[in-house]
């Protein structure tokens, strides 16, 4: 059955408190892999898009790697606006369906 | 500028109702989703639609129905069969999965 986890389920840093998420995922013809951040009670926003082990993302303070089974958000020296829940997504078959993880909720304090 | 409107942002449903969810997109995309999240679990796909006229059904699609009668439009009703439709309801499109899905702002359903 195809799964994704991601953990922690919450964290909490200090402003410049560097850190890392997680997704692993078991999955059957990935057909990418998806991060995605959400504020509360607002839709989720694109962030990044891994196909291939090996590769690496950056957006800002963020940085995206894959691996065979598993996916890492890099957060470099935080800061309270990177408060928020990140989720993570695989493609999986026709139709450009995303499966989505239940999220890592971070919260970045002074 | 171009994005996806979801409408209302709230929505109260009294037992036995249907209710209809609207999403509007001007983002010329073909394809069309609809995903539920509740607390403490991943978003769950609905429906989803790649093409006007077509769409099929997700993994949670009892008690749900969809149209794409136009290719902005991909309305959501939550029929009376739906037994637990309290949810945080999201709509998102895509051109392409290497862009990413644009998702609206949400719709929160409460039965009352």
């Known amino acids: 059955e195809d799964q994704v986890t991601q953990s922690p389920e919450a964290l909490r840093l200090q402003e410049g408190e560097s850190s890392s998420l997680n997704c692993s995922y078991t999955?059957?013809?990935?057909?990418?892999l998806f991060w995605y951040r959400q504020d509360p009670g607002k839709g989720p926003e694109f962030l990044f898009t891994?196909?291939?082990a090996g590769e690496e993302k950056e957006k800002e303070r963020l940085k995206a790697t894959l691996t065979k089974k598993e996916s890492f958000l890099h957060i470099t020296a935080p800061k309270p606006e990177d408060s928020a829940t990140y989720l993570c997504?695989?493609?999986?078959?026709?139709?450009?369906?995303?499966?989505f993880g239940t999220g890592t909720q971070l919260k970045v304090e002074l | 500028d171009g994005g996806i409107t979801q409408s209302p942002k709230y929505l109260f449903r009294k037992e036995g109702q249907n209710v209809t969810l609207s999403c509007e997109q001007n983002?010329?995309?073909?394809?069309m989703y609809w995903y539920r999240q509740d607390p403490g679990q991943g978003l769950r796909l609905i429906y989803y639609?790649?093409?006007?006229?077509?769409?099929q059904k997700g993994d949670i699609a009892e008690g749900y129905s969809v149209s794409r009668e136009k290719k902005e439009s991909f309305p959501l009703t939550v029929t009376s069969a739906q037994k637990n439709p309290t949810a945080f309801y999201l709509c998102?499109?895509?051109?392409?999965?290497?862009?990413?899905?644009?998702f609206g702002s949400g719709t929160r359903l409460t039965v009352v």
């Open positions: 998102a499109s895509t051109l392409g999965t290497a862009n990413g899905y644009t």
């Open positions: 999955v059957s013809g990935l057909r990418g």
């Open positions: 891994l196909y291939s």
């Open positions: 997504a695989v493609g999986l078959g026709g139709g450009n369906k995303l499966t």
């Open positions: 983002l010329n995309h073909d394809a």
């Open positions: 639609s790649q093409i006007v006229n077509d769409f």
